[in-house]
């Protein structure tokens, strides 16, 4: 069976994803969600599409008890690293957003720099997504996460901003095109 995009995307992204440009407001985002969450230090936090675990790590520094979720596996053993180089615990699984096994566990989720979520092909399979995360919420719970902005492609030009924003060894964006009727922009990584 031949690999969806996205898991063929990570499978080598996870030594160099930390040093993109839009990986680097880590510390900031988490001051956010810790506003957001009143610095309640109880909460159990879901990270869906952790990736490297960035947010994960910070928060559980921070005292948070956080489960980072990711589809990839390379991406994974990376945060598991860089957890075991911290000498922190977190629970990270291998686990596809889109069929959760948990059932309101979480006091509140996160989805951030596009966890998941809006890499689906689909508006059906974005929804499964939100769908499941949801289902793994307790009822009230916060669920943050962040999209990219429909509009931005209209008036500027991926490829360019990608350009003037990527240094040595960042990923780069080619062939760009954007469908105004599904507001989905299509590149080569």
């Known amino acids: ?34 506003k957001e969450f009143s610095s309640n230090k109880s909460l159990k936090i879901l990270d869906v599409g952790c990736g490297t675990g960035r947010h994960a790590i910070e ?12 589809l990839s596996e390379s991406q994974l053993k990376r945060a598991r690293e860089k957890a075991e180089a911290e000498n922190i615990i977190i629970d990270f699984q291998l686990q596809d957003a889109r069929n959760l096994p948990f059932n309101s566990e979480f006091d509140a989720a ?4 596009e966890g998941s979520f809006p890499l689906m092909e689909t508006d059906e399979m974005n929804f499964e997504i939100l769908k499941n995360v949801t289902k793994s919420l307790k ?49 080569i990584t």
């Open 110 to 113: 996160i989805m951030l720099c």
């Open 139 to 187: 009822p009230g719970a916060k669920f943050i996460f962040t999209t990219l902005n429909g509009l931005f492609p209209i008036y500027n030009s991926i490829e360019e901003f990608g350009n003037a924003n990527t240094k040595d060894g960042n990923a780069i964006y080619r062939n760009n095109s954007f469908d105004l009727m599904t507001f989905r922009d299509f590149n």
């Open 1 to 34: 069976m031949k690999k969806q995009w996205y898991v063929t995307l990570f499978e080598n992204y996870a030594k160099t994803y930390d040093n993109e440009c839009f990986t680097q407001g880590t510390f900031g985002e988490c001051d956010f969600l810790e």
């Open 59 to 70: 928060l559980t520094k921070r005292g948070y008890n956080i489960t980072g979720i990711d």
